[in-house]
């Protein structure tokens, strides 16, 4: 009985920590427009002008303190150092696994935030106005050329 709780807790634990290695779901870059939903009741609105300026920006925030990459990582690395040995071994065991988990689950976690930039895109409009948009990628843009803006992102046309 005592096997089958282990292997359920070691299931548990990589699934746990699998997820927690995961990268987050960027879209990717596409020259085409993406579908939206249906206009709202407000209408549908939309405006054009020329890209005067890309820059790209750091979104992640702090880049100190414990993330949920560590947090997590020191208690799959317990969990799986419990399983280790008996008496002061196991408890040897748990605290290097903690440690360890701790360690790579922070560095998983670092990898991460490093990778959060986005685009802030400079439009001037063909009514005059000038309006900044934050985007993901800039796919096909570049200064000078021709957007259109739908739903708060700018699309070459």
């Keep these: 009985m005592k096997t089958n709780r282990t292997i ?4 548990l634990a990589a699934s746990a920590f699998l997820a927690g290695c995961a990268a987050p779901g ?14 709202s009741s407000q209408g549908y609105y939309s405006s054009y002008g ?13 880049t100190s303190g414990i993330g949920a990459g560590t947090v997590i990582g020191g208690v799959v690395g317990g969990l799986l150092g419990n399983q280790i040995g008996d008496g ?12 360890g988990g701790a ?3 922070n560095q998983i976690d670092q990898r991460n935030r490093a990778k959060a930039n986005a685009y802030q895109i400079g439009v001037r409009l063909d009514n005059g106005t000038y309006q900044t948009i934050m985007q993901d990628t800039v796919a096909d843009l570049s200064v000078g050329s ?3 803006i739908e739903n708060g992102r ?4």
């Design 103 to 105: 360690v790579v689950g």
């Design 88 to 99: 002061n071994g196991r408890t040897a065991a748990t605290a290097v696994g903690a440690v």
């Design 146 to 148: 021709r957007v259109r």
């Design 50 to 62: 020329v890209v005067d300026s890309i820059q790209m920006v750091n979104t992640s925030g702090s």
């Design 26 to 39: 960027y879209p990717t870059a596409s020259s085409q427009p993406q579908p939206y939903p249906a206009a």
């Design 8 to 11: 359920v807790v070691a299931a």
């Design 154 to 157: 700018a699309f070459r046309y």
